[in-house]
């Protein structure tokens, strides 16, 4: 917690919640109505508790000021990967943020993440970015019979592509992406964490296959390496990382 | 209206949804309509584990599994079922091995299992180790393994699409249909989010997939979306729901928050203490302590709360310990919940002990099916076409109360029986005629709601329901409470009926959508509590303080729960005077209880000790 919050608190009574009044600010957009089409901000201010996350501040709007608030949600708490969205201008998933860990103390601005359109105020319009995701053959590929059992897999081999099997398709990377932002056409760093995620399975023999796929010239050669997409990761994932594999793999043939 | 015909209609692309899929698909032409993207499902929040008995790692063996789940669910479970899905459990696991599933591994290169509450040695001796998994990410594993498998298959999906009413041929909520009469379920009606369209289904077999409905409680480990849509559709066109007073409330929910901490932490070596630092599961569980199923260790925990011995400046949690483990033990196998705790509580797991308290985490109840899958309108009859699985049904493989891991094989192995017995009598049968304007109910609904007067905020209702359920209905229950929560929710019937919307909007109106969830929550809050009513014994995840002892001599029947016009009889399906014969009169209609007969094949009911 930080100082500035412990001020805030008051010395609250044992067992009691502290809390503190915030200010949002969300960037609206209606497909409907009389300004359609026109994006503006609308501020609100709410009072908030410690434990209390964007996505509670953002409920509370919609529950108790503005219904018409148009955000995606479900899991409420980092696994479903719905509500990835630009808050103080970084992509995060907002039930994973805790309004008192972004400084309160100043309006926390909401917007929706770039580089997709927007349907209507924070949502976007998700089909682009799940079309590259399955242009990269993202399912396992082998040949021959199955086993009866299962196929063997040391915990070695398990290990290899452990950090790219946390993806939640959140979009988070891919719409902080300079590139991305500027040629929609580039597949986009969660399309090779998921190829990343097969490439490097040991099971797997689809590896060519991808590696000609992202060859093209709206591949893995357009990433400029700068790490916006691993720190937007909610999941940790190391996401520049994987991409500079993936362009490795393509050069030396070895994965 | 945009009308469609497909053979086989699946509602729900979570876990049991995309695996039924995945079996259709192949045969007959399918479409996934779902009210989320796939991958959103809450599937994918599973964490612990998936059990199976593959003997990897020490002696096992299906009929083990078999009595174990009966035995956890207090002996009220189909025992043909559960022997079935321990049985198929063992291909369960593999067909995910095989579609890419990326396992935990044995130092042999097998998949690796770990220990789970509920699950044992030779009929309780010990616990052991049947619980597949992958870190404690599985259910993640496992939707997104499915969805994979659907993309490389090429399943149509309808995403964003809200299924809001389903269509038979006669209708069970109105007219008296005489035992034995065929009916047939021949479409559903669906709402398109992006679009404010309504779009119409025609199908030859529908399978419904919607998962649960935690969210009628405040404290739970479910997503928002969790609504019990399918459960409440079915409910309303006059189908009986199943069990429905059987919630579990898993013990572990971070506290005040209810976000879910997988079982496999006490799997892996955790253990539960008070605010004395004792383990207290000892005097509960002697053999199997913290690895006891989920209601006893939740009633436990709640308990050690009530007799002041709870954890905090309000004595209100227990404590997960952790501190014992190796830290990098704790990276390898739960890396995600100790990140829970660190995010949403600032609690550093390798060194401080974890607040946690009972959350309200899964229906044991839901639509009755036979273990094809096959939707049932009584005790014995089918609906033709009409297949349900996973959370949203009753097969009954849970009882009274579901072991850990037990769900995703529910969703495996139900899923892909309800998607072949789909698939199948598409094959053989025809399209049936729809009703001049199929979607007349729900376009009425919507307007209605839609452009009703302003009225009382929809979220204050439901806090309200959320709230009186968690007072009167959770892990404690007595008559008295329950009768004030059966009165809570008529007073919050009302209040619903002058309740508005904001958002006029047609285009992704989720403003609207959430006052049509409220009206399926309070469905669901109606049936259970009823249910509970009615149960005058404790069993499973249902525990009456003013009757806590099971009586097998009367209450050992699932009951059925219908809604039936105020005009109808009093007696349902399974009526039994003085046990299953009750009415709950509600403004325009009434639910009538009933009950069906427990499948018992092998095992006679035991005390439940462990």
């Known amino acids: 917690m930080t100082a500035v919050m412990e001020k805030a608190d008051a010395q609250p009574k044992a067992g009691e919640i502290p809390s503190f009044d915030v200010t949002i600010k969300v960037r609206r957009f209606n497909p409907e109505g009389d300004a359609a089409g026109e994006s503006h901000w609308d501020e609100f201010r709410i009072t908030a508790y410690g434990t209390d996350r964007v996505l509670d501040a953002l409920h509370k709007i919609k529950w108790e000021h503005d219904g018409s608030l148009t955000f995606r949600r479900s899991c409420a708490h980092g696994v479903c990967g719905s509500d990835a969205m630009r808050i103080n201008g970084r992509n995060r998933l907002a039930c994973k943020t805790l309004l008192k860990d972004i400084n309160p103390q100043r309006p926390i601005t909401v917007e929706p993440i770039k580089g997709l359109p927007v349907v209507k105020d924070l949502v976007v319009d998700m089909e682009p970015f799940f079309a590259s995701y399955r242009e990269i053959m993202p399912f396992l590929i082998t040949k021959g019979n199955e086993p009866t059992k299962e196929r063997i897999q040391s915990a070695e081999q398990r290990e290899r592509f452990d950090d790219t099997t946390k993806c939640i398709l959140c979009a988070a990377c891919t719409s902080s992406c300079p590139v991305f932002w500027t040629d929609g056409q580039y597949f986009g760093p969660a399309a090779i964490v998921n190829a990343h995620r097969f490439i490097f399975d040991s099971r797997d023999e689809g590896a060519q296959q991808r590696l000609e796929i992202l060859n093209d010239k709206e591949g893995v050669w357009r990433c400029r390496t700068t790490f916006n997409c691993t720190e937007a990761c909610p999941r940790g994932i190391e996401v520049t990382k994987a991409i500079q594999e993936v362009k490795r793999a393509m050069i030396t043939r070895a994965f | 209206m945009i009308t469609h015909q497909y053979d086989v209609v699946i509602v729900g692309a979570g876990g049991a949804g995309m695996r039924a899929a995945l079996e259709s698909s192949k045969e007959a032409r399918t479409a996934v309509i779902s009210k989320l993207y796939p991958t959103r499902s809450h599937t994918g929040a599973a964490q612990g584990g998936m059990c199976a008995s593959l003997a990897n790692v020490e002696e096992d063996n299906w009929e083990w599994h078999t009595f174990d789940t009966i035995k956890g669910g207090d002996y009220l479970v189909d025992q ?82 809200y299924v809001l009413d389903l269509i038979t041929d006669r209708d069970l ?54 609504t019990g849509d399918g459960m409440a559709l079915a409910y309303r066109r006059g189908l009986p729901l199943e069990d ?100 949403y509580l600032g609690i550093e797991p390798y060194t401080e002990p974890v607040p946690v308290y009972p959350t309200a985490h899964y229906a044991m109840g839901g639509v009755p099916t036979n273990v094809a899958g096959e939707v049932l309108r009584n005790g014995h009859d089918v609906v033709k076409g009409l297949y349900a699985a996973g959370e949203v049904a009753c097969v009954s493989v849970h009882g009274s109360n579901r072991l850990g891991t037990n769900s995703l094989l529910d969703i495996n192995v139900f899923g892909k029986r309800s998607g072949r017995s789909a698939a199948a009598y598409a094959k053989t049968a025809s399209f049936i005629d729809l009703p001049e304007n199929p979607a007349a109910a729900v376009e009425a609904q919507l307007t209605e709601l839609r452009e009703r007067p302003d009225g009382e905020r929809i979220a204050d209702i439901r806090r309200a329901l959320q709230e009186t359920m968690d007072a009167n209905a959770q892990v404690f229950r007595t008559g008295e409470s329950l009768n004030q929560a059966l009165s809570d929710i008529r007073e919050l019937r009302k209040r619903y009926q002058n309740a508005s919307v904001q958002d006029k909007g047609k285009m992704f109106n989720t403003d609207l959508l959430e006052a049509v969830e409220l009206g399926f929550l309070l469905d669901i809050a109606e049936v259970t509590v009823v249910g509970a009513l009615n149960r005058k014994e404790s069993r499973g995840g249902h525990y009456r303080e003013d009757y806590p002892q099971r009586d097998d001599a009367h209450y050992m029947q699932h009951t059925m729960a219908y809604r039936r016009p105020t005009a109808a009889a009093d007696e349902a399906d399974g009526h039994i005077a003085g046990y299953f014969d009750h009415v709950e009169e509600f403004d325009g209609y009434k639910v009538v209880l009933g009950s069906k007969t427990v499948t018992q094949t092998r095992y006679e009911p035991m005390e439940r000790k462990y």
């Open chain 2, 80 to 161: 043909d079922a559960a022997e079935i899905m321990a049985k198929e459990a063992i291909d369960a696991v593999f067909d995910l091995e095989r579609m890419g599933l990326p396992f935990n591994r044995t130092p042999e290169g097998k998949i690796d299992q770990r220990r789970f509450g509920g699950h044992t040695r030779n009929h309780g001796e010990a616990a052991v180790r049947r619980a597949c998994y992958a870190a404690d990410r599985t259910g993640h594993m496992i939707l997104q393994t499915l969805y994979q498998n659907c993309v490389k298959q090429d399943v149509e999906f309808f995403n964003e699409f």
């Open chain 2, 244 to 343: 429905m007073e059987f919630f579990q409330f898993h013990p572990t929910g971070l506290a005040g928050l209810g976000i879910l901490l997988s079982e496999a932490a006490r799997g892996e070596g955790g253990i539960l203490r008070n605010a004395d630092g004792e383990r207290f599961m000892e005097r509960y569980a002697p053999t199997i302590k913290d690895l006891a199923p989920r209601d006893i260790v939740a009633r436990s925990m709640a308990n050690e709360v009530r007799e002041g011995r709870g954890a905090g400046p309000n004595k209100d949690y227990v404590l997960l310990d952790l501190t014992h483990l190796e830290p990098a033990h704790i990276d390898a196998k739960l890396p995600d919940i100790t990140e829970f705790a660190r995010t």
């Open chain 2, 173 to 226: 909520a109105t007219e008296d249909v005489e035992e034995g009469a065929e009916v047939n379920a021949t479409g559903v009606v669906a709402y398109d989010l992006a679009t404010g369209e309504i779009h119409v289904f025609q199908a030859k077999a529908i399978v419904f997939a919607t998962g649960g409905a935690g969210k009628i409680f405040k404290t739970t480990s479910n997503a928002h979306t969790l």
